[in-house]
């Protein structure tokens, strides 16, 4: 029985073996991409954060400045502009 199933045998272990080592080359592969996917996510998280902080701190001083400017020049709503030597520095 063994001389009957050996060459059988044979290459049934042979393509387990084969398909074995291709799902391991596959799945370094998958860890590589899944591993280069993070990083650039991450990357694009932190650039985006510090984007985003930036342009909030840009809003608040254009708050800040329009805030000022409706208090220099009244005039925008009915009054005169004050003088000059009154603008806080």
Do not use: N
Request: hydrophobic share 40%; aromatic share 6%; net charge positive.
């Amino acid at each position: 029985m063994v001389k009957q199933l050996g060459p059988l045998a044979a290459v049934v272990v042979f393509f387990i073996w084969r398909d074995w080592q291709r799902e391991l080359q596959l799945s370094k592969r998958v860890e590589k991409l899944e591993e280069y996917h993070r990083e650039t996510l991450k990357d694009l998280v932190e650039k985006s954060t510090a984007a985003l902080i930036q342009c909030s701190e840009c809003l608040k001083w254009i708050g800040h400045v329009v805030d000022h400017l409706v208090r220099v020049c009244p005039r925008m709503v009915g009054k005169d502009c004050e003088k000059p030597e009154d603008l806080p520095k």
